[in-house]
């Protein structure tokens, strides 16, 4: 889909909601008390301004109130096909004929250079949650011979990856660098003993410093991937590396500035707000997670034209200052460039009589530094061109700075003084 969408990404979307209507009690009740119909909305723009977000707790709070599943479900439990469980815990049923989320995912594996006749090794989980079989179905999709491998196992896993000749490696980049490990105790050279030759890397933040020494170790290419407990998978690299596409085939996702609900500019921070598209046993309409995403600008290289979108971080924590949202995440990206510097928080306030926010750094330092100024100044000239406001540059202890303010939460990073 396109970003702003278009009227005709806004048709499938208007197909969903009608068969959601029909049938599940929960919607019924949510649109009738909002006083919509679905005659009302004819374009993306009705339905961003009428139709309510769904929180998790909401979701939480009907499958308590209406055990098990809650009054979301569009069949009775008869037709569910199998039911997968998300940290909650939350229940989510799953129509025999759903593809639960496989669609992203089949385009995600394509982008990876991923043939017909490869050998996929998935190690996310198989107990529970839904993340291994999902990934698995999408593999075999793909034309891959799959090996479930799940979790845990390391030696036995590198035993069935070395007679395989696994080539595809599906999982966390975590478990990855353990089964490198693995195989040097078992003796063996991970790079020749082994065939991996590109990775789907999920769950967990693949940093730089982790990702050139899994492909220093084993030759590998690893493609980050990023999704939500419950909306799915989402998007994923592509051999450029730079942002990951909306691989959003049975999504409609919005991207909305955390302050005025309307669509985040491209180049611009934006909110995700995702509905699922086509028949769901539990169908999720406007379901907001709180993560906020960066929207790429460029066109990517690759020529694939769908969105690159880059993790930020929980929206709860973005702030408008000087008119730019600002993530203590990408503060954190700059920060981590100085090895002098640990934790900070960033206090923003608007001085009487004057027109515009001002923004004060509070830079925890763990080494000394020798020329306080130049360096103040290297700094703010860095978050400068990174997070694209000046702010000015306060060298404290890192003890003076809350523990809580550490990322990834960050939850005390930001301290708003404007409206206090
Ligand atoms: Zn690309």
Same mark, same amino acid.
């Given at each position: 889909?396109?970003?702003?969408?278009?009227?005709?990404?806004?048709?499938?979307l208007?197909?969903?909601?009608?068969?959601?209507?029909?049938?599940?009690?929960?919607?019924q009740?949510?649109?009738?008390?909002?006083?919509?119909?679905i005659?009302?909305?004819?374009?993306?723009?009705?339905?961003?301004?009428?139709?309510?977000?769904?929180?998790?707790a909401e979701?939480?709070a009907?499958?308590?109130?209406?055990?098990?599943?809650?009054?979301?479900?569009?069949v009775p439990?008869?037709?569910?096909?199998?039911?997968?469980?998300?940290?909650?815990?939350?229940?989510?049923?799953?129509l025999?004929e759903?593809?639960?989320?496989?669609?992203?995912?089949?385009?995600?594996?394509?982008?990876m250079?991923?043939?017909?006749?490869?050998?996929?090794?998935?190690?996310?989980?198989?107990?529970?949650?839904?993340?291994?079989?999902?990934?698995?179905?999408?593999?075999?999709?793909?034309?891959?011979?799959?090996?479930?491998?799940?979790?845990?196992?390391?030696?036995?896993?590198?035993?069935?990856?070395?007679?395989?000749?696994?080539?595809?490696?599906?999982?966390?980049?975590?478990?990855?660098?353990?089964?490198?490990?693995?195989?040097?105790?078992?003796?063996?050279?991970p790079?020749?003993?082994?065939?991996?030759?590109?990775?789907?890397?999920?769950?967990?933040?693949?940093?730089?410093p982790?990702?050139?020494?899994?492909?220093?170790?084993?030759g590998?290419?690893?493609?980050?991937?990023?999704?939500?407990?419950?909306?799915?998978?989402?998007?994923?690299?592509c051999?450029v590396?730079?942002?990951?596409?909306?691989?959003?085939?049975?999504?409609?996702?919005?991207f909305?500035?955390?302050?005025?609900?309307?669509?985040?500019?491209?180049?611009?921070?934006?909110?995700?707000?995702?509905?699922?598209?086509?028949?769901?046993?539990?169908?999720?309409?406007?379901?907001?997670?709180?993560?906020?995403?960066?929207?790429?600008?460029?066109?990517?290289?690759?020529? #694939?034209?769908s969105?690159?979108?880059?993790?930020?971080?929980?929206?709860?924590?973005?702030?408008?200052?000087k008119?730019?949202?600002?993530?203590?995440?990408?503060?954190?990206?700059?920060?981590?460039?100085?090895?002098?510097?640990?934790?900070?928080?960033?206090?923003? #306030?608007?001085?009487?009589?004057?027109?515009?926010?001002?923004?004060?750094?509070?830079?925890?330092?763990?080494?000394?530094?020798?020329?306080?100024?130049?360096?103040?100044?290297?700094?703010?000239?860095r978050?400068?061109a990174?997070v694209?406001?000046?702010?000015?540059? #306060?060298?404290?202890?890192?003890?003076?700075?809350?523990?809580?303010?550490?990322?990834?939460?960050?939850?005390?990073?930001?301290?708003?003084?404007?409206?206090?």
């Open positions: 889909m396109h970003w702003p969408p278009t009227q005709r990404d806004f048709e499938p208007r197909e969903t909601l009608a068969w959601v209507l029909e049938r599940s009690p929960f919607y009740r949510s649109f009738s008390a909002a006083g919509i119909r005659g009302d909305l004819a374009s993306y723009d009705d339905f961003r301004r009428r139709v309510p977000r769904l929180a998790k979701l939480v009907d499958q308590r109130a209406h055990p098990p599943f809650g009054e979301f479900v569009t439990r008869n037709r569910f096909g199998s039911v997968h469980t998300s940290p909650g815990p939350i229940f989510i049923p799953r025999a759903e593809r639960g989320g496989t669609p992203v995912l089949k385009e995600a594996i394509k982008a250079g991923v043939r017909p006749g490869d050998v996929a090794h998935v190690t996310l989980s198989y107990h529970i949650m839904p993340g291994g079989l999902r990934l698995h179905r999408a593999f075999e999709e793909a034309g891959c011979l799959v090996i479930n491998g799940g979790t845990g196992n390391s030696q036995l896993q590198i035993e069935v990856a070395r007679a395989w000749r696994a080539t595809v490696y599906a999982g966390t980049p975590s478990f990855l660098a353990n089964l490198a490990d693995t195989a040097k105790q078992m003796g063996l050279d790079r020749k003993d082994l065939s991996y030759r590109v990775g789907f890397s999920t769950a967990e933040a693949l940093t730089p982790l990702r050139r020494e899994l492909h220093d170790t084993l590998i290419e690893l493609f980050d991937h990023c999704g939500e407990a419950q909306i799915g998978p989402l998007a994923g690299e051999k590396h730079e942002g990951m596409h909306l691989h959003a085939a049975d999504l409609f996702c919005e909305l500035d955390p302050e005025s609900g309307a669509p985040a500019d491209l180049g611009g921070i934006g909110e995700i707000v995702a509905t699922q598209l086509g028949p769901r046993a539990l169908p999720l309409v406007r379901y907001a997670p709180g993560d906020a995403f960066r929207l790429l600008k460029e066109p990517c290289p690759c020529g #694939d034209e969105l690159r979108i880059v993790f930020v971080g929980q929206v709860g924590v973005i702030r408008k200052i008119g730019v949202l600002v993530h203590p995440a990408q503060v954190h990206k700059v920060m981590s460039e100085f090895p002098e510097l640990g934790r900070f928080q960033i206090i923003v #306030d608007h001085p009487e009589g004057q027109r515009y926010d001002r923004a004060v750094l509070r830079a925890g330092t763990v080494q000394p530094i020798a020329d306080a100024d130049a360096f103040k100044q290297r700094l703010a000239a978050l400068k990174q694209l406001i000046q702010m000015d540059i #306060d060298l404290v202890a890192e003890v003076d700075v809350p523990e809580a303010a550490a990322g990834p939460r960050f939850t005390e990073a930001m301290v708003d003084r404007r409206h206090s």
